[in-house]
């Protein structure tokens, strides 16, 4: 990188970075000497990790960034540029997620679901692409999911989100070849962060229907596999962090990356697996079965 050439900090912006995964990520980088901006929409978070990287002299700072708001994308982005003279590396990693069926999630929800996790991330790549391939060279990291690759019960809205994240993320690969820009994929798998807790409360509205409406079965059963992935779950943020980093600086970033054990399975099952074997294993994960009435 142009950066790392000159001698200074390569300079990165993350997004959704003051909570789980992204702060994870923000603080390991800027441990590596990397000029961390480490952007978010909630002020207290915000000051905790800033007086976080004063305690320990990191090269890393914080902005409000709503990745919703089209002006708020575009002054933060020329804050990191009048600062840094360069965003080497953008990972878009801010993103929500709603428990619903397809059926009975609302439109406002679905509208909801895809600001955040693509529009956000189409947004926020477009306000830095022309600066990336001014300088024929950076590095643009997807926040994906395991939920990219499958679909299980009431995480449709989210998992099409993720799915869509995929499909522009193989687009950039190529579009972005020609101007020295890699585009990377991470897809973690299930990691206990703050997410699951905020994922409860944007799906509240639910909540009768999760208990007794006619998909409260499939609800349950999904609230318990969830559960059980859970309690089985020994992936922390910081492991995710370290295959970011990875992703960083590889000379030649793979196009894919996985994080946790199940995020590796589903991966290749998903190559060597016919549909009807993969969904019965997510059935069957799940313990969806056909309704005896």
């Avoid at 003279?85 to 679905?110: F, H, K, P, Q, R």
């Avoid at 001014?134 to 499958?150: D, K």
């Avoid at 589903?266 to 056909?290: C, F, M, N, P």
């Amino acid at each position: 990188m142009r950066s790392e050439q000159a001698g200074s900090k390569p300079a990165v912006l993350i997004t959704g970075a003051t909570d789980g995964l992204g702060r994870a990520t923000a603080l390991l980088l800027a441990q590596r000497g990397y000029r961390v901006f480490a952007a978010g929409r909630s002020a207290e978070k915000r000051a905790q990790l800033d007086a976080l990287a004063r305690d320990q002299k990191l090269p890393l700072e914080t902005l409000h960034l709503d990745v919703c708001d089209d002006a708020s994308v575009n002054t933060g982005v020329a804050q990191v540029l009048a600062k840094a003279g360069a965003i080497d590396v953008l990972i878009n990693n801010a993103g929500v997620v709603y428990i619903a069926t397809v059926e009975e999630m609302s439109m406002a929800d679905w509208r909801g679901q895809f600001e955040t996790n693509l529009f956000g991330v189409i947004r926020v790549t477009q306000a830095v692409l022309p600066h990336m391939r001014e300088r024929r060279q950076g590095r643009i990291v997807m926040m994906s999911s395991v939920a990219g690759l499958v679909t299980p019960p009431t995480y449709g809205p989210y998992s099409a989100s993720k799915h869509a994240v995929e499909a522009i993320s193989n687009a950039l690969r190529h579009e972005l070849y020609p101007f020295g820009i890699a585009t990377v994929l991470i897809e973690p798998g299930y990691i206990v962060t703050g997410i699951q807790q905020a994922a409860a409360e944007l799906s509240k509205s639910y909540q009768e229907k999760m208990t007794s409406g006619p998909y409260a079965k499939i609800y349950g059963k999904a609230r318990d596999a969830r559960n059980s992935t859970r309690a089985a779950s020994g992936t922390t943020p910081e492991d995710c962090a370290q295959v970011i980093l990875r992703a960083v600086q590889a000379k030649n970033p793979k196009a894919r990356y996985t994080v946790t054990p199940l995020a590796t399975f589903v991966k290749w099952s998903k190559r060597l697996l016919s549909d009807s074997l993969q969904d019965a294993l997510i059935r069957r994960s799940t313990g969806v079965t056909r309704d005896a009435r």
